[in-house]
């Protein structure tokens, strides 16, 4: 089993800064891939931003391209997502994904996704 758990979520102003983390335990061998998601209010969930196969190659949505900037602490076992330049639009809540064996035309399906984390709000302001 894998235990995820985020932090670091708050309140930020627009062009502010946030740094989530997701701290990973357990049978750390089965989060190959992992991933962050983001969910508003009344929508779906959506991809944010994966680091596949171990870090090899990390791939980010059109919307925050340029702006966020995932990342892993292979010894502390903990996945970051540093958020520079927020837009009220990235206010939702975040989780964490992992995954053993995902392949890349699964990256961004939520429901591929065999562990998640408990979600940290993240709330951007005008």
């Known amino acids: 089993q894998v235990h995820l758990v985020e932090a670091g979520g708050g309140l930020a102003q627009a062009g502010g800064s946030l740094t989530l983390s997701c701290a990973v335990s357990?049978?750390?061998?089965?989060?190959?891939?992992m991933a962050w998601f983001r969910q508003s209010p009344g929508k779906e969930r959506e991809f944010v931003a994966a680091?596949?196969?171990?870090?090899?190659?990390?791939y980010y949505a059109d919307s925050v391209k340029g702006r966020f900037t995932a990342s892993k602490d292979k010894v502390k076992n903990t996945v970051f997502l540093q958020m520079n330049s927020l837009r009220p639009e990235d206010t939702a809540i975040y989780y964490c994904?992992?995954?053993?064996?995902?392949?890349?035309?699964?990256?961004?399906?939520?429901?591929?996704?065999?562990?998640w984390g408990q979600g940290t709000q993240v709330t951007v302001s005008s």
């Open positions: 994904a992992a995954d053993q064996r995902l392949i890349l035309s699964s990256l961004r399906v939520p429901d591929d996704y065999d562990y």
């Open positions: 680091l596949f196969r171990g870090g090899v190659r990390t």
């Open positions: 357990g049978r750390t061998s089965n989060t190959d891939t």
